[in-house]
């Protein structure tokens, strides 16, 4: 496994000075360095999938572009203020997808269900409206909660549609993200283990992943709804 790549201190140099100078006569006169941090960046992501492949199955990595789309936004600064990647399982029985955010003083990774359709979020309310033990036994354990703490994500304000407000896991079923997030500081960014640190905290994901995939991938009998 991969585990000599890190992140440098001049990428977080970069950004900062980015963050200052948000704008494309700058952006145009320090192209060269972004280009090697881009590179340098993703190296690091290359790092990440090679380890996540020896205990999952990974379809694609994706390092998201730096231009922002100032259209339908206030904010008409042109470029972003990190660097980010994210990571999609292979095939429809693999549910769920990793991230990593790379920001001075702003560093996450986050991991989960963060956009799940309707139909995915009405099986996974139904889920726990008919039994919740499972689900919250995993995400209380105290192994999984010391590296990812508590879940969370946008959720309704009483109950969704067709739902008890006053059933006694409302508080999941309101939920309409089911995502974890683990952040960290620059310290934690730019130590030589940050990638082992990386593909720790994503391999104690699984099980809420296994889980939440066999939800996903059968009905409430428990029959499989793939082909």
């Known amino acids: 496994m ?39 960046i993703k190296s690091f992501l290359e790092a990440v999938k090679d380890n996540l ?29 990190h660097f980010a990647g994210s990571f999609s399982r292979l095939g429809a029985h693999l549910r769920g997808g990793y991230y990593m955010h790379i920001k001075p003083g702003e560093s996450f ?9 309707k139909e995915d979020l009405y099986r996974i309310r ?19 909660k010391t590296i990812w703490g508590e879940l969370s994500g946008d959720e309704v ?3 969704p549609k067709g739902f008890d407000k006053e059933h006694p896991d409302i508080d999941l079923i309101r ?3 089911f995502v974890f997030v683990r952040n960290f500081t620059d ?14 905290s994503f391999k104690a994901i699984r099980p809420y992943f296994d889980l ?11 029959e499989s709804i793939l082909e």
Request: glycine content about 2%.
């Open 126 to 144: 139904k889920e726990l409206e008919m039994d919740a033990s499972e689900f919250r036994g995993l995400i209380n354990q105290k192994e999984f």
């Open 157 to 159: 304000k009483t109950a």
């Open 187 to 200: 310290k934690e960014v730019l130590s030589s283990s940050f990638l082992d640190e990386v593909d720790r």
């Open 53 to 81: 492949n020896h205990h999952d199955e990974i379809e694609k990595m994706k390092l998201f572009r730096i231009y922002r789309d100032v259209r339908f936004s206030k904010d008409k600064t042109p470029y972003k203020s």
């Open 212 to 222: 939440m995939s066999d939800i996903l991938t059968t009905n409430l009998n428990g």
């Open 175 to 177: 939920k309409k993200q």
């Open 109 to 117: 990774l986050a991991t989960g269900f963060w956009a799940p359709n």
């Open 2 to 40: 991969a585990s000599n790549v890190t992140i440098s201190k001049e990428v977080f140099d970069f950004l900062t000075e980015l963050i200052k100078n948000n704008n494309r006569d700058w952006f145009e006169a320090h192209k060269p360095a972004f280009k090697k941090h881009k590179s340098d």
